[in-house]
Nanobody, 119 residues
Framework: QVQLVESGGGLVQAGGSLRLSCAASGRTNVRFAMGWFRQAPGQERAFVARISWSGASTYYADSVKGRFTISRDSSRNELYLQMNALKPEDTAVYYC????????????WGQGTQVTVSS
């Protein structure tokens, strides 16, 4: 099992920045990709960004490219999302994801952290 705990959400004005963190614990002695998803009210959970175990490969949703940066410190089992130039449409609950389908047969999710961007 893997436990994920997000932090760093909050209220920010449009154009501002926030940095989300996700701490992983439990069975973290296997290699796995991690990512961020978000869910706005009345919408489905959507992909935001993904990073490989080594950190060498990153992927972003078109809506956040150039504004968000995903990174990780695998030695500390931590994942980050630096969000710059925030827009009101970025308002959502942000979820940390650990992709352990290959090793444990499932994805793991955190409880989510609220990000609210005011106009």
């Amino acid at each position: 099992q893997v436990q994920l705990v997000e932090s760093g959400g909050g209220l920010v004005q449009a154009g501002g920045s926030l940095r989300l963190s996700c701490a992983a614990s439990g069975r973290t002695n296997v290699r796995f990709a991690m990512g961020w998803f978000r869910q706005a009210p009345g919408q489905e959970r959507a992909f935001v960004a993904r990073i490989s175990w080594s950190g060498a490969s990153t992927y972003y949703a078109d809506s956040v490219k150039g504004r968000f940066t995903i990174s990780r410190d695998s030695s500390r089992n931590e994942l980050y999302l630096q969000m710059n130039a925030l827009k009101p449409e970025d308002t959502a609950v942000y979820y940390c994801n650990a992709d352990l389908i290959a090793t444990l047969g499932r994805n793991y999710w955190g409880q989510g952290t609220q990000v609210t961007v005011s106009s």
